[in-house]
């Protein structure tokens, strides 16, 4: 099996002309390879993708809905615009025999990237050191495979954006103590609205494998990693603070991957879906400012042009890893499946997938 640095380091094995294609052309050839594939082909589209990619989407979603969606498929090619570790968990939920694809193997996630499987055994082995067998871990889906599984292995569970609150609860009723990974930003928040005080969070430091505490070691509830997404991190509080200057009837709606700071002085915080369904639901002249990735806020303006819809951060970029994929690689990836070719296939192997699939069905 290769590694994941082996399945990078052949990332640009992509060939020139795509790149140097017309776009009116890769669109064409997209649609043409498309429909030869027919239904032996399934395409998933997160919703951080670019629209000239998302318009190929047999559905759009966040990533385990996506996932789970995959895992239902009967498809021979399941095609995954998304990132790295999405497609591992739909690779996890399909049959052997089907094929997960990911059209640009640099589609990532910084925030994943900030836990890996060494530094989270050696951070377990220490935590037990000093709090003994009262923890029980949770894993933010936005992580790898391999941390899913030590999640599994370890009495722990997965948990979305959306149903963080209640696995909180679970594993706070089942140990003294949970640690959160990868996204110390969800977790503070969560825990935060499940009542439990900033003073009994403490923070794990991966880099300096050091513990941060307020309070004495016993008084610990919650272990937070210190992980962040890149992308939530540059909505400031000055950012709710304007606006709230300038336009106070304009309603602030963040994920909850950004800081406490800024969710504790906005209006709403939600899931991707949670941010989608307000906008949906509100009033035609209701004003909205969206702290989340950029790809997603202007397909919101677009979709609702009755609303009002900003960025909360005017100099917002789109995430540039989740916005991997573009219009070439997906027209390179379907064009050689129509040849036959299986290229840049997601793999996990069978013992880490086992494990995985613990984690993710305590949570389901």
Known sequence: MTSLLDELQLADAMPPEYLAAPTSELHERAARARNILGDRLFILGHHYQKDEVIRYADVTGDSLQLSQIAGSQTADYILFCGVHFMAETADILTTPEQAVILPDMRAGCSM????????????????????????????????????????????????????AAEMVEWALGQKQRMLFLPDQHLGRNTAVKLGIPLEQMAIWDPVKQKLELQCELEDVQVIL???????????????????????????????????????????????????????????????????????????????????????????????LTMNRIDLPHLTWALEELVEGRVINRITVDPKTAEEAVMALEKML
Request: with cysteine.
């Open 112 to 163: 994943a990237d900030m836990a890996n499987i060494d530094q989270t055994e050696r951070a377990w082995q220490k935590l037990q050191e000093y709090f003994g067998d009262t923890i029980v871990p949770l894993t933010y889906v936005n992580s790898t495979a391999a941390i899913k599984a030590f999640v599994g292995r370890n009495g722990g569970a997965t948990v979305t954006s959306s149903n």
């Open 225 to 319: 990693w210190k992980g962040h997404c890149s992308v939530h991190m540059n909505f400031l509080p000055k950012h709710v603070e304007i606006l709230r200057d300038k336009e106070p009837d304009r309603n602030i709606l963040v994920h909850p991957e950004c800081t406490y700071e800024v969710v504790s002085i906005s209006d709403y915080a939600g899931s991707t879906k949670y941010i989608i369904d307000m906008i949906e639901a509100s009033e035609p002249g209701s004003k909205w400012a969206i702290g989340t990735e950029m790809n997603l806020v202007n397909r919101l303006i677009k979709d609702y042009p009755d609303r009002d819809i900003v960025s909360l951060n005017p100099y917002m970029c789109p995430c």
